[in-house]
């Protein structure tokens, strides 16, 4: 925080000479009705926008009268327009009939700054109908995305990524450079989604990227930033831990569990166990047993107030546990991020380019986690003549991640949280705990390990435009994507898996993509009406390798150099897949007078995915929209300046995950020296694709002179034929088949609205809101619940819910843990609860979710801050099965956890201390309210006058603030299994095991143009 009261004080102390630059004046008007468009936000580049007042009107002060400015307004479509040396400029919207359900728009400013490594994060609470969801606090870790909710229970459900007109095959976005973008727009509905077919049966994400403009131009950002960890866990100190440690040293002695050297005569000791005497009694025992060491004595004896004896050796754990670590300050740190962005624009009214470099340099708040990225982009736009254009757009990516383990792996930093605060490390001793020296301590595996993944991203596209006649056009564009992936990871001899020799493993991802697109598009006006049609096609083709190698040896260069047949290889595996799609689409639109629109998209998509019996979908879709503002019965309405319904409807595919589902597979297995195949899926040639059927409608409004816009709308969707695992005979050598035997629902309702509350001369006020619901319920699976470790598919319930034993409390007599056992009964066996007793305790879905934005202007400064809120979610936080559990394992505890039961009559949540305890036994238990309000981003900025170009500073802040009842560290998290794979990651959701925070981070940064 000092940090940041530093930096906002420069900030304010900053002053200079009076800046200059070209005024642009202009009026943004209904091209329908001619009414002025209020709360239109124009802009030139993201660190220059300006809003429309009630008249429609604007002033923009421009460095370069020869470049675009994009108007962005609510139910209109934007527009992006060459100023041409202009410094007036009066522009027409027109309602972008048919698509107010379809998508939403977020500009660089929403992106730009932010200091993230995944877009996705960046995007966070900004767009209704989109939940995203971190994965963690690590670095580089992409987030997940549900558009409208998932469609799928076995493939992926993840938006289709465009940049420039190229879709990403794989890999989180990490590699993307946020303030590269100029926009990212969200297509959600069936009509919107219809040009890409089935792969956009997840929605579409549509992020284009910064183009060049006329005349030179530089703008040069620098950004430094620190982060640390948001929330400590209140943990037991050492002197309560040191309490536990005796008392369940004594629970287990009174059950008869042996601990060495040590016995007790006990009658009714266990009736006077409470924490005030426990601990007296361990204070007075410490001072018997330092006593006894003094006299050289190894046996301590300790009478108790009942006259129970206890008897103990004088080098118990209980006694050596004298150290004082704060495990949290060693498995977190300050990080500091470095970012640095230029873009070199210039050209001519009809050649321009635009050339842009970044690069980011974070250390993440995990000990040993660090990522670096490089990237360029080159934007090469051609008006060769009036009615030829082209343009060309070429991007590259490197990205370096020094990896951490998480959650339930070795070698996780969180996981040090686990130990006893009374013991320490040995630095000298690959940090072996000097107390427990037999007990694993994530330490070793951190510093005695590496793990590095490396990624490099090309990724291009090419165009051209040819205006036939002046009804008729022709586009034709194609692009690629080329990803390789490295991932290695060394375990040395100290670690758990590399005793004693070391373990290496190396494994190499490339996907290599290629697509071609053709569209021939037509538009005629009709006295007052107007037609429009396309027709097109698409073609793409994709490649993947695979390598992975591993042997135990402590050397990646060495592992390397083996030969695929050498003798101390492990394991060796070269997969490789492919698929083609092909696609036919067409799309007629036809618009009556100024009210009514229709369109109707068709598309055949085929995909070598699907078996050639049902090779090919047909996919239609069909979109009207009504502007009831333009009709006589609301003319002179006051409050409403726009008002349109908006109808579609359609179908929309979805492929296989998997390249070869339909037909048998097998894969190379080695198990000493046998070399063999082992079968992975039997072949269905009758696999069909997975159909959504979507309706959705919407209403955009505009009031008081469009001071306030926005939309409120519904949608429905149905999917059917869902791939999804069947049981088969056994015999078979599988226990299920993937067949199509599935059935699905979504349904929600959206509603965003954007206001200009303030717009008094110097001083304006614009404000967002949005909120959104999803309701995830499966229809038909067959009748069979699929169980995957705490979560399930179940008919009539949502797609991952917490199915586990339901817990009822404490048995005040004995201090067990109590469930249900199936009838309602409560019980104390939990083995019975488990298999009797199961059910559905909670949904790892959130009733509904959105955000609020702010953007404060007064003079030349700019004060935005963004609130983020999800509601009525349910997480599982598994971490509390060891933290926060009965002493599980002798492992550190949450501080709540000295309130637990001691003695007969107490009454707690908590059970007694149970040193028979062999399993965290899950249930409803841990099934927490992950509900959040989250102060996401807030920044002040101030453009400093200057006699060049432009300047200006600004500090900023990340995940300030957040308002939860979660017990963990942080409600934003959702850990699946990344060796699951896909289905892992459908079903096994909403889970917190030992899972890093986001950051909080401060940020401060200068921007200058030239």
């Known amino acids: 925080m000092r940090i940041f009261i530093a930096c906002l004080t420069i900030l304010l102390s900053i002053s200079s000479a009076l800046a200059q630059g070209t005024v642009i004046k202009g009026k943004i008007i209904d091209q329908n009705t001619n009414e002025p468009i209020a709360g239109a936000t124009v802009s030139a580049g993201s660190d220059n926008t300006t809003i429309t007042n009630v008249n429609g009107e604007f002033q923009l002060t421009v460095d370069d009268t020869y470049q675009n400015i994009t108007i962005v307004a609510e139910g209109f479509a934007s527009q992006t327009i060459f100023l041409g040396g202009k410094t007036t400029l009066d522009v027409s919207m027109n309602s972008s009939k048919g698509t107010q359900s379809g998508g939403s728009v977020l500009s660089n400013d929403d992106l730009g700054s932010q200091p993230v490594t995944d877009l996705e994060q960046s995007a966070q609470g900004r767009a209704a109908g989109v939940f995203i969801q971190n994965s963690g606090g690590k670095l580089g870790q992409g987030a997940k995305v549900r558009i409208r909710g ?130 007296t009694w361990y204070t007075d025992l410490v001072e018997l047993r330092n006593t006894a060491v003094s006299n050289g004595e190894t ?20 006694f050596r546990n004298t150290y004082n670590t704060d495990w949290q300050d060693l498995a977190f740190r300050r990080g500091d991020s470095k970012r640095a962005n230029i873009n070199l624009s210039g050209g001519s009214e009809k050649q321009n380019a635009l050339l842009n470099l970044n690069f980011l340099d974070q250390e993440g708040i995990l000990i040993g986690n660090d990522f670096q990225r490089f990237g360029s982009r080159l934007n090469l736009n051609s008006q060769w003549s009036d009615k030829v254009s082209s343009s060309i757009s070429f991007g590259y990516a490197h990205t370096g991640n020094n990896q951490v ?53 090309i990724n291009g596209s090419a165009s051209v435009s040819l205006e036939l006649t002046d009804q008729l056009s022709l586009n034709i564009d194609g692009g690629l994507d080329l990803l390789d992936l490295s991932n290695e990871r060394r375990q040395g001899p100290a670690t758990q898996e590399g005793t004693p020799t070391g373990f290496s493993q190396l494994s190499t991802s490339k996907v290599t993509n290629y697509l071609f697109n053709g569209t021939l598009n037509y538009s005629k006006p009709v006295g007052d009406n107007s037609l ?59 618009d009556i007078g100024d009210k009514y629109s229709f369109t109707l998209n068709a598309r055949a998509d085929g995909s070598t995915k699907v078996s050639e019996d049902n090779r090919f979908g047909i996919f239609p879709a069909l979109a009207f929209s009504w502007t009831l503002s333009n009709e006589s019965f609301l003319a002179g309405v006051a409050p409403v300046s726009f008002l349109q319904l908006n109808l579609s409807g359609g179908l929309i595919g979805n492929t296989p995950e998997d390249d070869f589902l339909y037909r048998t597979n097998y894969y190379n297995i080695i198990y000493g020296d046998l070399d063999g195949y082992r079968l992975s899926n039997l072949g269905n040639a009758g696999l069909k694709w997975e159909t959504t059927q979507q309706f959705d409608f919407s209403l955009a409004y505009g009031l008081f002179d469009n001071r306030l816009s926005g939309s409120i709308g519904g949608y429905y969707k149905y999917t059917y034929d869902l791939l999804f695992p069947t049981p088969i005979s056994q015999l078979s050598g599988l226990s299920s088949a993937i067949d199509n035997a599935g059935e699905m629902v979504n349904m929600g309702i959206e509603f965003d609205v954007t ?25 038909n699976i067959g009748g069979q619940p699929l169980i995957s470790g705490n979560n399930a598919f179940i008919e009539g319930e949502a797609a991952g819910a917490f199915y586990m034993p339901k817990y009822l409390g404490v048995d005040r007599i004995s201090g067990e843990a109590l469930y249900d056992d199936g009838n309602g009964l409560p019980t104390s066996d939990y083995d019975l609860a488990v298999s009797q007793g199961r059910q559905v305790v909670g949904n790892p879905n959130p009733k509904f979710y959105g955000g609020l934005t702010n953007n404060l202007t007064y003079k030349n400064f700019n004060f935005n801050f963004m609130f983020q ?21 002798l492992y550190n505890q949450t501080s709540d956890q000295l309130d637990r039961w001691y003695a007969p009559g107490d009454e707690s949540s908590n059970p007694k201390l149970n040193p028979a305890l062999e399993t965290p036994n899950p249930s409803s238990r841990w099934i927490v309210d992950g509900s959040y309000i989250r102060l996401k981003t807030v920044t002040l900025s101030y453009n400093i006058p200057v006699n060049f170009g432009s300047l200006s500073v600004y500090v900023g802040g990340q995940n300030l603030l957040t308002f939860s009842d979660y017990p963990g560290y942080d409600p934003d998290v959702s850990y699946s299994d990344p060796a699951g794979g896909t289905f892992a990651a459908n079903i096994n959701r909403g889970i917190a095991f030992f899972t890093a925070p986001q950051p909080r981070i401060f940020t401060t940064g200068v921007k200058i143009g030239f």
């Open 405 to 457: 383990n998480e959650d339930g792996n070795d070698g996780n930093p969180v996981q040090m949280i686990l130990l006893p605060p009374g013991d320490a490390p040995d630095p000298d001793n690959n940090y072996v705990l000097l107390v427990r020296s037999s007990e694993y301590n994530p330490q070793t595996e951190i510093y005695g390990s590496t793990y590095f993944e490396t990624t490099d991203r």
């Open 869 to 889: 809120f999800v509601e009525g979610i349910d997480l599982y936080w598994e971490s509390g099965e060891i933290i926060a559990n009965s002493g599980y394992g």
């Open 755 to 779: 206001g200009l509350i303030v717009d008094a001369g110097d001083f304006s006020w614009d404000a967002s809101f949005n909120i959104s619901n999803n309701k995830n319920e499966i229809k």
């Open 299 to 318: 046996q301590v004896s300790y009478t108790f107030p009942n006259n129970d004896e206890l008897t103990m050796s004088t080098n118990n754990p209980i």
């Open 532 to 590: 429009s049609a396309l027709v097109g096609t698409a073609y793409q083709s994709s490649q993947s390798e695979f390598t992975y190698k591993s042997a135990r040896i402590n050397s990646i260069s060495e592992l390397e150099a083996l030969s695929e047949n050498d003798p101390s290889l492990l394991n060796v595996l070269v997969p490789g897949s492919a698929f083609d799609f092909l696609s036919f689409f067409g799309s007629v639109g036809y």
């Open 150 to 279: 998932g469609s799928s229970l076995t493939g992926s459900n993840e938006p289709l990524y465009v940049v420039d007109g190229v879709p990403l095959t794989s890999g989180n976005q990490s590699d993307i450079d946020p303030s590269t973008i100029e926009s990212m727009e969200i297509l959600k509905d069936a009509a919107a989604t219809a040009l890409y077919g089935s792969r956009a049966a997840n929605g579409v994400v549509i992020i284009t990227t910064k183009k060049g403009k006329k005349g030179f131009k530089a703008d040069v950002e620098l950004q430094y930033g620190v982060s640390e960890v948001p929330k400590k866990l209140d943990l037991m100190s050492p002197d309560e831990y040191r309490v536990l440690f005796f008392e369940y040293t004594m629970r287990a002695l009174l059950a008869g569990i042996p601990v060495d050297g040590a016995g007790v005569s006990a009658t009714n000791l266990g009736n006077l166990l409470s924490e005030e005497n426990l601990e």
